[in-house]
Nanobody
Framework: QVRLVESGGGSAQPGGSLKLSCALA????????LGWARQAPGQEREVIAS?????????YYTDSVNGRFTISRDSDRNTLTLEMNSLKPEDTGTYFC?????????????????????WGQGTQVTVSS
């Protein structure tokens, strides 16, 4: 049973920083892709940062977070982290840890949310002054 448990959400002022963590467990065959998705108020869920299992040094970032957010994985501690800097009000939303296990997720499809078959429960991030 694959389990993804997020932590670290909360509130921040514009320009501030937050760090999200996701505890990973249960994927005996490994994770094809790992990432973070976001659902802003009134919008659809979107994959905003992700990595391919065997090439973690080639991450994907959606344009709106590129240069401000950093995704990383600690394989020894089985955690996935999203460091968020220079936060903007439009970063407000629910953030989900996502994993692709046994799907066709690849480096070319890191942003395809349909290929992530496991989702955490989500953690809220609010950016306001």
């Amino acid at each position: 049973q694959v389990r993804l448990v997020e932590s670290g959400g909360g509130s921040a002022q514009p320009g501030g920083s937050l760090k999200l963590s996701c505890a990973l467990a249960g994927a005996d065959q490994g994770y094809k892709c790992l990432g973070w998705a976001r659902q802003a108020p009134g919008q659809e869920r979107e994959v905003i940062a992700s990595i391919f299992g065997t090439s973690p040094d080639l991450p994907y970032y959606t344009d709106s977070v590129n240069g401000r957010f950093t995704i990383s994985r600690d394989s020894d501690r089985n955690t996935l982290t999203l460091e968020m800097n220079s936060l903007k009000p439009e970063d407000t939303g629910t953030y989900f840890c996502v994993a692709a296990v046994g799907t066709r997720c690849s480096i070319a499809t890191l942003n395809h949310k349909s290929l992530y078959n496991y989702w955490g429960q989500g953690t809220q991030v609010t950016v306001s002054s």
